[in-house]
């Protein structure tokens, strides 16, 4: 039985850091493009960083260029996305993806930026 479990979120006031895991379990995890999508209170589900199973290749939303970073540790079947200079439009509910030919969804950590 695949899972995928996320961790980290929090209340952070703007301009803070905050670093997301999210371990899998149940498949073979290298394998896998691994992703972060984000989903806000009355807004569409969005993509927000991904990275292919090699771990050398990484795309991220516009809006987080230059303070998200996404990575991944095959050993620990774990994926990452460290998050710096939030905001409060970062507000909304963090899922990863592992995707290939099936794509499996965690539940998601809620991450709140307010002061």
């Known amino acids: 039985q695949v899972q995928l479990v996320e961790s980290g979120g929090g209340l952070v006031q703007p301009g803070g850091s905050l670093r997301l895991a999210c371990a899998a379990s149940?498949?073979?995890?290298?394998?896998?493009?691994m992703s972060w999508y984000r989903q806000a209170p009355g807004k569409e589900r969005e993509l927000v960083a991904s990275?292919?199973?090699?771990?050398?290749?990484?795309t991220y939303k516009e809006s987080v260029k230059g303070r998200f970073t996404i990575s991944r540790d095959n050993a620990k079947n774990t994926v990452y996305l460290q998050m710096s200079g939030l905001k409060p439009e970062d507000t909304a509910v963090y899922y990863c993806?592992?995707?290939?030919?099936?794509?499996?969804w965690g539940k998601g950590t809620l991450v709140t930026v307010s002061s």
């Open positions: 993806k592992a995707a290939r030919e099936v794509s499996y």
């Open positions: 149940g498949l073979t995890f290298s394998s896998y493009a």
């Open positions: 990275i292919i199973s090699a771990g050398r290749t990484t």
